[in-house]
């Protein structure tokens, strides 16, 4: 785990993951920071036998592996920068809690909504409850996907800000008498 600051973007399928992980890219891009990636597998069910069960895990690592690298192919390709997969097995929620806690780097979690329907997702959805995604304050900018490539980025990159105006001059120092 390094020095720099880093964003964290979490790897799913879904049809919203491409905006969070522009926006992320352009973000870590624009501040010189890290970007990490990271993908959750979930357990899936115990087969009968443990051999059947440990290839089903050894499958999904590698779809895993496979997801995160096409990946980071794409922010590379769109925004420059190197992505830093982090492949976790667990529940989506207890894993991004823990990383989070480890990895003091971390500055920013960045999430896509997803559109239509009622619910936004379930990660968002973990925002509105007292406890939140961690047990340390970190900032999450939610990401409509409705917005363009366009959109993402500008959002991205820092705004310019007009200088201060100077002060006016100090009133005269009355006379010496």
């Known amino acids: 785990m390094s020095e720099l ?3 964290l973007v979490i790897a799913d399928e879904s049809k919203e993951f491409p905006a969070a992980l522009t926006y ?3 973000l870590a891009k624009v501040n010189g920071w890290r970007l990490v ?9 115990p087969a009968p036998w443990a051999s059947i069960t440990e290839e089903m895990r050894r ?11 096409r990946f980071a192919a794409e922010v590379w390709a769109e925004c420059g920068v190197t992505a830093e997969p982090v492949l976790r097995e667990g529940s989506a929620k207890q894993e991004l809690k823990k990383l989070i ?16 329907g009622s619910n936004p997702g379930p990660l968002v959805q973990s925002l509105a409850k007292p406890q939140g ?3 340390r304050h970190i900032p999450v900018m939610v990401i409509p996907a409705t917005l363009s490539r366009e959109e993402i980025r500008a959002l991205a990159i820092p705004m310019p800000v007009a200088p201060p105006e100077p002060d006016p001059e100090p009133p005269a120092a009355p006379p010496a008498a």
């Open 59 to 69: 499958q999904a690592l590698d779809a895993a592996e496979s997801l995160t690298q």
């Open 5 to 7: 600051n880093a964003c």
């Open 24 to 26: 992320a890219g352009q």
């Open 101 to 116: 806690d480890e990895d003091l780097s971390l500055k920013l979690v960045v999430l896509a909504s997803a559109h239509g």
């Open 133 to 135: 995604l961690s047990t």
């Open 37 to 45: 990636m990271l993908r959750v597998i979930e357990p899936s069910d």
